[in-house]
């Protein structure tokens, strides 16, 4: 799947997106923010206070308990600050 | 039963700047029926003299559509004729404008509710975030979401 990434969480992993193949055992956002957090030093200091961390699967905002299923893309983003 | 409101709806996201009476007329233009028109403009402040531009980031696509849903409830929640949202992103000015809003209804109260809720959802849900830029050599960075904006958001939730 299709791996986007907005503001510091964009400059903390250091690109904005790529293609991620999570293993079996991720089954929802909060799993795949696990598994992206042990990706390296740039990840753990995206996801360090995941709490705050937002999510989109396919454009639609989700929590962190939604199941990724068959999602094509998902997005990690601060709180927005737009308006 | 009573006939529905053909409502005019114009969402963009762009990164040139708005022309708010051209925006408003569009709404309004060839239509006897209105009695309303609401527009909010959200400018580009310099922060007392510190702030050299503004940095706006998005997420294409789903800023567009976010905006979408966002006007999609307000129809729901309030008899509207017309709703246009403008949202830049890109390299701002002060002084420059950023957001445009505006609503056209019969009556006044829909308007002014339904622009004040659309403002207040687009700053919770629409995919954008700020970065200043200061114009001192110090780098500014990303603006943080405020506490009182979740708050206004969550006032349309009783």
Redo the contacts between chains.
């Keep these: 799947m299709k791996a986007?990434y907005?503001?510091?969480v964009?400059e903390r992993i250091g690109k904005a997106e790529e293609e991620i193949t999570p293993p079996q055992g991720v089954k929802t956002v909060a799993d795949l923010i696990g598994w992206l957090s042990g990706q390296g030093e740039g990840y753990a200091l995206a996801f360090e206070n995941n709490k705050t961390i937002r999510a989109?699967l396919d454009?639609?905002?989700v929590k962190h308990d939604a199941a990724i299923e068959n999602a094509r893309e998902i997005?990690f983003?601060?709180?927005?600050?737009?308006? | 039963m009573a006939e529905t409101l053909a409502t005019r709806t114009v969402v963009r996201v762009q990164a040139e700047t708005f022309d708010t009476a051209a925006e408003t007329l569009a709404l309004t233009e060839g239509r006897t029926d209105l009695g309303a028109v609401v527009t909010f403009t959200?400018l580009c402040r310099d922060e007392g003299g510190v702030l050299a531009s503004l940095e706006?980031?998005?997420?294409p696509?789903?800023a567009e559509?976010?905006i979408g849903r966002v006007v999609e409830e307000a129809k729901q929640r309030w008899p509207l004729a017309g709703v246009t949202v403008v949202?830049r992103f890109g390299l701002i000015k002060p002084g420059e404008p950023?957001?445009l809003v505006v609503t056209a209804s019969l009556h006044r109260t829909e308007a002014f509710e339904a622009a004040s809720f659309l403002?207040d959802f687009?700053?919770?849900?629409?995919?954008?975030?700020?970065?200043q830029h200061l114009s001192e050599a110090s780098s500014g960075g990303?603006?943080?979401?405020?506490q009182a904006?979740d708050a206004a958001a969550e006032r349309w939730k009783a």
């Excluded at chain 2, 706006?56 to 997420?59: D, G, L, M, R, T």
């Excluded at chain 2, 687009?122 to 970065?131: D, G």
């Design positions: 986007l907005f503001a510091w964009r989109a454009r639609a905002h997005a983003f601060p709180p927005m600050t737009g308006g | 959200g706006i980031e998005h997420y696509g789903m559509e976010e949202h950023i957001v403002m687009l700053k919770t849900k629409a995919p954008f975030w700020k970065k990303w603006v943080g979401a405020k904006d």
